[in-house]
């Protein structure tokens, strides 16, 4: 690379939605993280760091480009080219929210390098847009717990900074496309399961706005919006979700749209179970991730501060 500058980096976090039956509307923030660093450049360059991102395109056509530009363009400006190193380690089409990431962490960069000073308000609002719905990227952009409707002309959240819980994570190897976990959804539900799937939601919801773990465990397991559709897809599902209940966890459930799946246990019992669910399921890989309470994070970095780096 030549000796460019950095301008800033921008440090977002992974995700999990749903926790269940929170569909579409509930989000928490995962220790996995998307880092942006971002140097002066003559064109537009996407450098991948890590292996989890080798993939990424390098031009104009890469996501956070696209995004960014739509947020230039909403705001009438133009985008001026820079060379922007992606590290991550929040693993592609598993249910931990690399897409929204890179939404927030696109929408972040636009505000930056345009000098937007969008409020947070309007970045939720932006993210929802291009994602479809507020969870994902609410819980990136803000950290913590969120949860949040969508609407035409607004987004709405309701945000808890704060969860104690460490939360164990097992992640099959395969992909689970987001497209293909819409398709098995049924496309509609009786008035009677619509009420009796919305009342697990509002206790789930309700459960965790007073951090009463073991009804949000609970609840968690009782979803009737998608996961019972969805366990074909992810046959590790029910088997992680015995094992776990076995060692006293709170809940299980997907993590977004999977496949990888997300358990709940006392803060500082996360290692016992990681060990335990690393020996059921050696084809898979098994981690112990806590929520950060910041979201979006964004460092300066001057020129003397580089030189003091190098």
């Not at 480009?65 to 133009?78: H, I, P």
């Not at 929408?107 to 409020?119: D, F, G, P, R, Y």
């Not at 949860?147 to 992640?171: C, F, M, N, P, Y």
């Not at 088997?239 to 966890?249: D, I, M, N, P, R």
Request: hydrophobic share 45%.
């Amino acid at each position: 690379m030549s000796n460019a500058s950095m301008l800033f980096s921008i440090t977002v976090p992974g995700s999990t939605a749903n926790l269940g039956p929170g569909f579409d509307s509930v989000g928490m923030a995962l220790s996995r993280y998307l880092k942006l660093s971002v140097y002066d450049h003559d064109s537009w360059l996407f450098e991948a760091e890590t292996d989890v991102v080798s993939g990424i395109p390098s031009g104009t056509d890469n996501l956070i480009y696209q995004t960014a530009k739509k947020v230039a363009d909403d705001f009438g400006k133009t985008l001026p080219p820079v060379h922007v190193k992606v590290w991550s380690d929040i693993p592609l089409a598993r249910g931990l929210g690399s897409s929204a990431a890179a939404i927030v962490a696109a929408i972040e960069l636009a505000n930056q390098l345009l000098e937007l000073k969008m409020t947070d308000d309007q970045k939720l609002f932006f993210a929802s847009e291009v994602e479809g719905h507020p969870d994902n990227a609410g819980a990136s952009l803000f950290g913590g717990l969120l949860i949040g409707l969508h609407e035409e002309d607004k987004t709405h959240a309701v945000k808890v900074q704060h969860v104690d819980v460490d939360v164990v994570v097992v992640i099959p190897f395969y992909e689970v496309l987001t497209k293909d976990a819409r398709d098995v959804l049924p496309e509609d539900f009786s008035y009677k399961q619509a009420v009796s799937a919305s009342a697990v939601s509002n206790v789930l919801v309700a459960a965790l706005m007073t951090q009463n773990w073991p009804l949000v465990g609970e609840m968690m397991n009782k979803d009737l919006f998608h996961q019972p559709y969805r366990t074909m897809l992810v046959p590790e599902l029910s088997k992680v979700e015995h094992v776990a209940s076995l060692k006293g966890a709170y809940g299980t459930a997907l993590s977004g749209a999977g496949p990888t799946i997300l358990t709940l246990v006392e803060k500082g019992k996360g290692e016992a179970l990681k060990k335990q669910l690393a020996q059921n399921f050696p084809h898979c890989e098994v981690d112990v991730l806590t929520v950060p309470v910041e979201g979006v994070v964004v460092e300066h970095h001057s020129v003397n501060q580089m030189k003091n780096v190098l």
